[in-house]
């Protein structure tokens, strides 16, 4: 039996193509800014929830990591967010509430038919009431344009903690 620890060799971590933050500082504030105002209101372990199943469908690798970990600090369980990439053959880690926030993010994410279909909005709407509503779709279209800045700008996961921005 060998009792000697292996050693991986795992690929390079890759250099992000730009630093936007850095060359569009006042984007960067402003999408903060967005993103704290579209949050409020909104349950923090769902918004969390609602952000990485956003970024598993873009392959948003740095808000992934962001936002596992954020869910995981703010008391979200590991197998709910393992979960997630098949929530909908795993319904029964999820309440009512949160299987329509996931539907809705991603008719609103991917936008397949050019729409976000009538029955998807309406069973949001029985869950959430107007103000929560319009506050669910502004955090998904928000982590949606987070999302496309770190996949064109290839932004490096794995250096992140929870409480960081950016």
């Known amino acids: ?24 500082p006042e984007v960067y504030k402003a999408m903060i800014r967005l993103d ?14 609602v952000k ?14 962001m936002h596992s970990k954020d869910a995981l600090a703010a008391g979200e369980s590991v197998e709910r967010i393992v979960q997630l990439s098949a929530w ?12 329509a926030a996931l539907e809705l993010t991603e ?16 069973k949001a709407a029985k869950h959430f009431d107007e103000a929560e509503l319009a506050q669910l779709i502004a955090a998904i279209a928000v982590i949606n344009a987070w999302n496309r800045f ?15 921005h950016g």
């Open 88 to 99: 909908e053959e795993s319904r029964h880690f999820y309440t009512e509430k949160e299987l």
């Open 107 to 122: 008719a609103v994410t991917v936008l397949t038919d050019g729409f976000v279909p009538d029955e998807v909005y309406d």
């Open 150 to 164: 770190g996949v064109a700008c290839r932004m490096t996961p794995g250096h992140y903690q929870p409480g960081q």
């Open 1 to 24: 039996m060998n009792t000697a620890e292996e050693t991986v060799e795992y690929a390079a971590e890759q250099s992000p193509r730009l630093r936007w933050a850095e060359h569009a």
């Open 36 to 49: 704290a105002a579209a949050g409020r209101g909104l349950d923090a372990r769902l918004r969390e929830l």
């Open 52 to 65: 990485i199943r956003a970024s598993q469908l873009n392959h948003c690798a740095l808000c992934l990591d």
